[in-house]
């Protein structure tokens, strides 16, 4: 198993502004993703980054509004940029089973935006 | 494409009664299937997996799940609820081959009454 942590936790912003998420993950891995949770919704994947390459979105989601940067094999970012009140969320970071099936989840970031 | 139907977004059982929970899901090849939980203000945690084999598998917590091919059926179950298993529960798919993200369904809550 993988053990993921993230920072911050939460954090309440203001509409307009900028914030990035930090994704540690405690062993070297090849695959993370990183997901949003809305409000009583199920878990959407913004994309999945790899290191060493840019990072692959999902439909609907760009890079302009979400940049990863992957710049290690245990380590990962995702900014929320010109935040409006529309991306107030759980954002997650996962990491793929080194087995291939599943993944690691970590705790996530509750995101208010004001 | 793959894709998971939860049926009954909220279940609500006694204490001590069976847990059943719902999950169909489409795939063109044969899936990875698994069942997270997501207990509240959590990230979420791996319960239980179906990856080849056994069809029945048991996972943490007292919950098993049974992966039937001919009703694309991967039911959740725990013969005797406990309160702390109030939560949130997630079926998801991946297909079996390359780094494939998962493909979660949207959720049932489950509440336990005394």
């Known amino acids: 198993s993988a053990v993921i942590s993230q920072k911050p936790s939460r954090d309440i912003c203001q509409r307009g502004t900028s914030l990035t998420i930090q994704c540690q993950v405690d062993?070297?891995?090849?695959?993370m993703f990183w997901y949003r949770q809305q409000p009583g919704q199920s878990l959407t994947l913004i994309a999945t980054a790899n290191q060493g390459s840019e990072a692959t979105y999902e439909s609907g989601f760009v890079i302009d509004k979400f940049p990863i940067s992957r710049p290690n094999l245990t380590f990962s970012t995702l900014t929320v940029s010109n935040m409006s009140p529309e991306d107030s969320s759980i954002y997650l970071c996962?990491?793929?089973?080194?087995?291939?099936?599943?993944?690691?989840f970590g705790p996530g970031t509750r995101l208010t935006v004001t | 494409a793959q894709s998971v139907t939860q049926l009954g977004s909220h279940v609500s059982v006694s204490e001590g009664a069976l847990v059943l929970l719902r999950c169909n899901y489409s795939s063109s090849v044969p899936p990875y299937l698994f069942w997270y939980v997501q207990y509240p203000n959590q990230g979420l945690q791996l319960l239980l997996k179906y990856t080849t084999g056994a069809t029945l598998v048991k996972g943490i917590n007292g919950f098993e799940a049974e992966f039937k091919k001919s009703e694309t059926s991967f039911h959740l179950t725990k013969p005797s609820a406990h309160m702390s298993d109030a939560a949130e529960y997630f079926c998801?798919?991946?297909?079996?081959?390359?780094?494939?993200?998962?493909?979660f369904g949207k959720g049932t809550r489950l509440s336990v009454i005394a």
């Open positions: 998801a798919v991946r297909r079996p081959s390359g780094n494939t993200p998962l493909v």
């Open positions: 996962s990491v793929e089973d080194t087995g291939g099936a599943g993944e690691y």
């Open positions: 062993s070297q891995v090849t695959m």
